[in-house]
């Protein structure tokens, strides 16, 4: 499906950007207050999995 075929009340089924500055301005606040990797490990806490990681490769 091109973007032009996608309707105006088209809602992505994963995520997708935040629809009005309200929505901005909530997770904003979100970000805000989330524990960094080392207070979670203080609170023996697992931090979340690293989404992906490059290595270079020795040529």
């Known amino acids: 499906m091109s973007k ?3 309707k105006k009340e088209h809602v992505p089924e994963n995520s997708s950007m935040a629809k009005d500055y309200e ?3 909530e ?3 979100q970000m805000e207050n989330q524990r960094t990797n ?3 490990k203080e609170w023996d ?3 979340g999995t690293v989404q992906h990681e490059i290595e270079e490769d020795e040529d």
Do not use: A, D, V
Request: hydrophobic fraction near 25%.
């Open 4 to 6: 032009e075929e996608l």
């Open 27 to 29: 997770l904003g606040k």
């Open 45 to 47: 806490k697992r931090p």
């Open 23 to 25: 929505e901005m301005k």
């Open 38 to 40: 080392e207070e979670l």
